[in-house]
């Protein structure tokens, strides 16, 4: 009888897999692991209470408790389950059905895991309740909603609650922000604002007051929720200056709010980002960019007692000026002979040792967000040549955004008008869409609110001496005066245009300045997240085209300085650069020419569409040679003609093609980049018709021909390149340089050498 063969049944092929990244465990299909997950593992802090245990996978079932039941062996901790993008939400019903797999208690999230760089993992409210434990046999347990657990998280921080009238407490990741209700876009914008740069500090909690496009906070809300707080966080609470506080007139926001909670406060004297052990705490601009790094960390404010008159704040925590200083007091430095550096709210002050008689006016100052102001004597013998060396010996930021503010100086009751030019000294905006809606709201606000009266002038005694005013929180307005009849203003007919002032030599951006290092520290302030994720970017080319060859620090701080201009956050960078600014901008410019300088160069046409203003053809023709000294963006293919009536076509000599680090995801393949003072020639204009589109033939003069001039050579070249810059003119395959229902970029659409009128300057 034969026998019959079976054919031999083969192992069933595991659903997941396990591995060990960092100090965690990666569930995850097998021999593919996603590079959300990856991240994330290498992120997160080591948890001594539980085995960290990220999955990235959709529910499996049964497969997750067998694998992880293999993985952790004779491991006795509980469990903490964190999903990566890929896996989705994780259920109640599979966090117990491990958990009776194990034997053990397993901590799941309940609701969306918000996880950034530093490894925090916050599960926001008005989703779910958070961080749950289930074990074998018991019912789920609430824990909180941040991972690792701060020493401050409780009741008070975990769900959103209400306090007084119209007052929200909302949780962050870190700490809770009290604010009234408001229109949902504003909301949304500030809300991803705190969530993604504000630092989560284990041991001091962040409360964040006000916000923007939303009402002013009361303080009385503010103190009825105070006794909700238990008294042991009330010493870790640190209050954040966010958006609009409603005070009384002639105060600050650090002394009103420490007489309305009748105790001491402690005020940061920036919003804190970067790490949690080292944060950097720097100012807010009104448009919600980041200013300076201030000097003043946290300032602790004393409540009044009776009718006495405020005490001075204290400066509880500072930054040293530079290294090499000596602290003889709390913010107080040695200097030279006997002269002293102290570090008060608006910046530094160089005084002598002993304390002259206006110092409380001093250290009440407010800061300024976009100055650090240098409080000095030039009536002392000396004293001008140590502030001059004072200067010197700060950062590059701290010295470009530094205003000397002598001391006494003639009072005034109003603040000192700062040129335009200083709203563009900002660091990258990092969060472009709040920064948007501010300006929107400033500009309608400049319309339909009416003229106010100042204040009633306070007695002698209390006018401040120095030229900067006194607040910057909304404070009670002062009742109009009747008898004042407003002036009817007279709008223009157009707007006033201009060629683009040639800038200080120590405000160029290319070439760059003698002794000049383009620093990762510069570049990275302000916008860790971006800078790290474009820096994978910049680095996976750079092993494509030099496997053999480490990058340095200071080349990929160019290249990443030029993909975040590419990436179009803060169109101020060129705005600054246009009006010849003093501010931080301008070494910023410098790093991102220093990358843009080192991409390939392209020798040909480049073009946008723009819609000159009136009075622009008429600065052509009078000016055949402008000089750019911002960075002027075209495109290499014809733009779509319904962005503007007239066609400006160049021709390049020295134009970066930038395709090699442009946004992934927004970026402009076919972008060519002019560095800061690039010379153009005009060499023909034809004026728009209801008939015909404008047309604007420029060349690009090398430096040798700005200094020749014309002659027959010249003649020579106009003709030919002006041949070739026609020809493309008439070329029918205009780009679509952007997605449907997606706005075309600021950054084209702008003659070269033209300055920006009043109503552009501060755009989006």
Known sequence: MPVLKLPRLGRRKSLVACVRIGTSLVVHKPDVITAPARELALSMPADPEHVVVIVDQPDTGNSLGEVVGTALGEEARPVRLIPSQNAGVISLATAQKLADRIGRTVVYPDGVVLANVSGLCFLPPFEGNGWVACGPGREPARLGRRFPKPEWEGPATADAQRAGQGTVVEPLPGGVWLRPDGPPRWLEADRAKLSRW?????????????????????????AEWWPVVPPETRAKIRFLSFGDVRIPSHTTLGHA???????????????????????????????????????????????????????????RRGRVPFEGLIEVGPGVYRYEGDTVVEVVQAGLWLRTIREPGRATEVRTMPCDPGAILVFHDPTVDGHDALVAKLLDRLDSSARAGAKLVPV??????????????????????PLPRLSRLLREHLKETAVAEPAMVPDPEPPAA???????????????????????????????????????????????????????????????????????????????????FSPNR????????????????????????????????????????????????????????????????????????????????????????????????????????????????????????????????TAFKVIELVEPTEKERGRILMRE?????????????????????????????????????????????VRLGRVPGIADQPSRRNEL
């Not at 041991?203 to 939303?214: A, C, E, K, P, Q």
């Not at 940061?268 to 080292?278: D, I, W």
């Not at 402008?626 to 960075?631: C, I, T």
Request: hydrophobic share 40%.
């Open 550 to 677: 480490p990058m340095s620090d200071s080349g990929l701080s160019e290249a990443v300085a030029a993909g975040l201009y590419l990436a179009g956050d803060d169109p101020d960078v060129d705005g600054g650069l246009r009006a010849g600014a003093e501010g931080p901008h301008v070494d910023f410019a410098r790093c991102v020419a220093a990358g843009l300088q080192k991409l390939p160069v392209h020798r040909n046409v480049a073009a946008t569409v723009v819609s000159p203003a009136p009075g622009v053809w008429d600065l052509l023709r009078g000016n055949p040679v402008l000089r750019e000294w911002g960075f002027l963006n075209l495109l290499t293919v014809p733009e779509e003609v319904e962005d503007g009536s007239t066609d400006l076509v160049v021709w390049s000599v020295t134009g970066r093609l930038t395709a090699l680090i442009e946004p992934k995801d927004e970026g402009l393949s076919h972008r060519v980049v002019f560095l800061p003072g």
């Open 462 to 544: 209390e006018v401040p001496y120095l030229p900067v005013e006194l607040g910057g929180q909304v404070t009670e307005p002062a009742e109009a005066d009747p008898a004042q009849p407003r002036e009817p203003e007279i709008e223009p007919q157009h707007e006033p245009v201009a060629v683009q002032a040639t800038p200080r030599p120590e405000l160029r951006t290319w070439p760059l300045i003698p002794g000049f290092a383009p620093g990762q520290e510069l570049v990275r302030a302000g916008r860790e997240e971006a800078f790290d994720r474009l820096s994978e970017q910049v680095l996976g080319i750079w092993r494509r």
């Open 198 to 222: 504000l630092t989560m500090r284990p041991r001091d909690l962040t409360v964040v007051l006000g916000g923007h496009g939303i009402p002013p906070l009361a303080l009385d809300d503010v």
């Open 701 to 745: 003069l090398v430096e040798s021909e700005s200094r020749e001039g014309g002659g027959a050579a010249a003649k020579a070249r106009d003709d030919l390149i002006g041949s070739s810059l026609r020809r493309f003119t008439r070329r029918p395959d205009r780009t679509k340089s952007r997605r449907p229902g997606e706005t075309r970029s």
């Open 408 to 429: 006494p100086a003639t009072p005034e009751t109003r603040r000192a008008e700062l040129p335009f030019a200083a709203d563009l000294t900002a660091p990258l905006t």
């Open 257 to 315: 709010l420490a007489d309305a909670l009748g105790e001491e406060i402690v005020l940061y004297g920036g919003l804190p980002v970067g790490t949690s052990e080292a944060p950097k705490f720097r100012t807010l601009r009104d448009d919600g960019s980041h200013g300076l790094r201030t000097f003043a960390e946290e300032i602790a404010f004393s409540p009044r007692r009776g009718s006495a008159n405020a005490v001075a704040p204290q400066i």
